[in-house]
């Protein structure tokens, strides 16, 4: 109740004039609302609104039900000359029941309900459809309008009762707070279901878990001046002009749309109604700020190449499994029926003409070495594929990071060209003005004329540049192509990278230092590169096999088998008689050595033995060429790092040379053409250290996608031996004689 007491405070005035008129007031607000802040904004121009004409004498009445909500309307009745519903449900209700008191801001609640199904159904393609709501809604005519618009069939399910649902949709409407856990509950599983949810008038159902969902662009500030409003005109009896433009925009709803649940159903929205869609969901909630970290994390999410070579990597999780289900009991049930030829049986002791026997048997493995080899190898070969996944993990971050820099890379590029199109306008001034005053004649203002346009050419390019690298980006990150976010500005001193240590950038500026630092990184990530790793275990399962293959003539297999079997009914017909019933059973140990298989045996071993030596040979090449690759990425990041101090220090010089030349432009003491030229000194230099620090960048995450491990990615104790091992190499000077 403390909450409300702001409402009351605002529709309070002033009891300080006389003669204002005193009207008593029922405000009926459901529990859950709250329109602290804005009322407070809105307390003047309420004010404002009733003038001192009235005296407002407000009641307050929660209610969270049904029930609560008649009896407060019947509370207020008795008491009070006009009832105001901050509410549409409530006021709907109120006035479908003979609430001939009350007043309302707002339209049909049902006209939202069926905006909110046409735009489901854009998004969601649905032939049966639950309301889902509470028993206060009319709900009758909602699907009658739902079925007769949507050409669809609807059924209703009650919040309170919540059963089973066997539709394709649910279009959620005027769930209570009391309902809330619930409501998020029955969303989730029938998400589960792949049944999804639309939400009106109910964001937080939308940021829970549902599909998509409408709200309304009211405010509750609004609702209320216009509650008001109404009451005032009732009062006087005076009709006040309506700004329909206004109205227009105030009741245009808003379309929300979760990312995440989407991702799950594969649903996207349709073009038509994109530029309405405000996008919520888990990595992008409340925010569309979208960081390199953040990036990198949805690509993983939602790569579908990776997704599907995760489920190939868990269907291969079984080999192993499947392999040691060998070594483990098997047990059979068997049975089977019998009918002997009649002259057979007539002249046979032993077999009626027919019988009807079942039994069990079972069957263990005490030994085979070639049972235990097929574990091991496949053990193997799963690691071997884990490492595969690993590499093409690290392929989707280096894809997404690179992306990601690429469209600042454009970002930043596009400012520079703005910053050359500000130059050019700014003397193109400066030009006229020389013109004005004599100094030159109108060719310069000509000459920089044509330049503006081309300029703003640049600028226009530029402008298609970035926003491709923005769709490239987004389709790595399986996005709507038009998603739109504000990134986050990255440079050498960013924590991702590992020039966030400034001793690193000291060493690529030390050839000494360079050559020791790069024999430690090669040393220390090489037997971490997945594609190495991967050949080490299908090395290590090649070996197991030899091991197996070389010691054939002499390793048994040794199994044990019984069974037991019994008549399941008395042998009948010919030479039955005397037979009844009877029990068997059978134990026995078994083994097998081979000794000669024409020559098999050799040959399987020499096989394994070539098919060995090949991986032990391509391991070989691989590491040194991995080695090379390294080594070659840290060289060109000692040569990007140079370029950008380069750069750096030429943008410098030509921007004080611009303003220089700038000046003695203006004074009229050089030429355009020594001002022109230092304007594409000073833009170009700008240009290239942009080029050089994103470029660097790059290189240097594709060394980390390299060697399969990225420096954002580690724990503390893996970055604290990289920085302890660059201040030892810078400590010592990098003196060429020093070991």
Not at 208 to 220: P, R, Y
Not at 518 to 546: C, H, M, N, V
Request: hydrophobic share 35%; net charge negative; with cysteine.
């Amino acid at each position: 109740m403390k909450k409300f007491t702001t409402i009351c405070s605002l529709l309070l005035l002033s009891s300080t004039y006389a003669s204002a008129q005193e009207i008593s007031v029922g405000i009926i607000v459901p529990s859950e609302e709250d329109f602290q802040k804005e009322l407070l904004e809105s307390k003047e121009e309420l004010r404002e609104v009733l003038g001192d004409n009235y005296e407002i004498k407000p009641i307050i009445r929660e209610y969270s039900n049904l029930e609560e909500l008649e009896e407060a309307y019947r509370d207020l009745s008795r008491n009070n000359e006009v009832i105001l519903s901050l509410d549409p449900v409530s006021s709907k209700y109120l006035k479908e029941t003979g609430g001939d008191k009350v007043l309302t801001p707002f339209t049909e609640a049902g006209s939202v309900v069926l905006e909110g199904g046409k735009n489901f159904k854009k998004i969601y393609p649905f032939r049966t459809l639950t309301l889902l709501t509470t028993r206060e809604v009319n709900s009758q005519a909602i699907v009658e309008n739902l079925e007769r618009d949507l050409n669809i069939d609807v059924t209703v399910s009650y919040i309170e009762e919540m059963s089973p649902l066997t539709t394709d949709a649910i279009l959620l409407y005027n769930p209570s707070r009391r309902d809330e856990e619930n409501v998020s509950t029955f969303i989730r599983d029938n998400l589960d279901q792949g049944r999804p949810t639309f939400a009106v008038m109910s964001r937080d159902y939308v940021e829970g878990g549902a599909l998509a969902g409408i709200v309304s662009g009211e405010s509750s500030s609004r609702l209320l001046r216009e509650s008001v409003l109404e009451l005032e005109q009732d009062l006087s009896g005076e009709t006040y002009p309506v700004d329909e433009d206004y109205e227009r925009k105030v009741r245009e709803s808003q379309l929300l749309f979760n990312l995440s649940t989407s991702k799950r159903l594969g649903v996207y929205p349709s073009r038509d109604i994109l530029d309405r869609v405000v996008f919520v969901g888990s990595y992008l909630q409340g925010s569309d700020d979208l960081n390199f970290q953040e990036a990198i994390n949805i690509a993983l999410d939602n790569n579908l190449t990776l997704r599907s070579q995760s489920y190939s990597l868990d269907a291969f999780s079984f080999n192993p499994k499947r392999a040691r289900a060998n070594n483990r009991p098997n047990v059979d049930a068997f049975g089977n029926y019998t009918n002997q030829n009649d002259v057979y049986t007539k002249y046979s002791p032993v077999e009626a003409e027919n019988t009807l026997r079942g039994g069990v048997r079972v069957k263990q493995s005490i030994f085979n070495d070639d049972i235990w080899k097929e574990i091991e190898v496949q053990e193997k070969a799963y690691e071997a594929e884990k490492e595969n996944y690993r590499r093409d993990e690290s392929n989707t971050i280096f894809n997404a990071g690179a992306r990601y820099l690429n469209v600042l890379s454009a970002q930043a590029s596009l400012n520079i060209k703005n910053y050359n199109l500000d130059l050019t306008r700014e003397f193109l001034e400066i030009a006229k003005n020389r013109k004005d005053v004599g100094i030159s004649d109108a060719s310069d203002v000509f000459r920089l004329e044509s330049l503006y346009a081309q300029s703003l050419t640049e600028v226009r390019s530029d402008t298609g540049k970035l926003e491709n690298s923005q769709r490239a980006l987004n389709q790595t990150l399986n996005l709507p192509l038009e998603s739109k976010f504000e990134y986050s500005p990255m440079n050498l001193e960013n924590e991702a990278f590992l020039t966030s240590n400034e001793g690193f950038l000291d060493i690529l500026e030390n050839p000494v230092k360079l050559r020791e630092f790069t024999e430690f990184f090669i040393g220390t990530t090489k037997e971490s590169i997945p594609e190495i790793k991967s050949i080490d275990f299908l090395i290590a399962g090649k070996e197991r096999e030899y091991k197996t293959a070389a010691r054939r003539r002499y390793t048994p297999s040794m199994a044990l088998e019984a069974q037991a079997a019994w008549d399941m009914a008395d042998p009948w017909g010919e030479n039955d008689e005397g037979k009844g019933k009877e029990d068997y059973w059978q134990l026995g140990v078994g083994f097998e050595l081979p000794l000669y298989k024409g020559g098999d045996i050799t040959y399987e071993k020499n096989q394994i033995s070539s098919e060995l030596k090949a991986l032990e040979s391509n391991k070989e090449a691989i590491t040194e060429d991995f080695g090379r690759v390294i080594a070659g990425k840290i060289t060109d990041l000692s040569v990007g790092y140079e370029a950008i101090q380069n750069a750096q220090r030429s943008t410098a010089a030509s921007e004080k040379n611009l303003e220089l030349v700038r000046d003695n432009y203006a004074k009229g003491t050089v030429s355009i053409t020594n001002l022109l030229d230092a304007q594409n000194d000073a833009v170009n230099s700008r240009e290239q250290e942009v080029i050089a620090t994103y470029n660097f960048l790059i290189t240097l995450l594709d060394l980390e996608r390299t060697v399969g491990s990225y420096y954002f990615a580690q724990d503390n104790t893996f970055k604290a031996s990289i920085d302890n091992k660059i201040h030892q190499i810078n400590s010592r000077g990098g003196n060429i004689n020093e070991n």
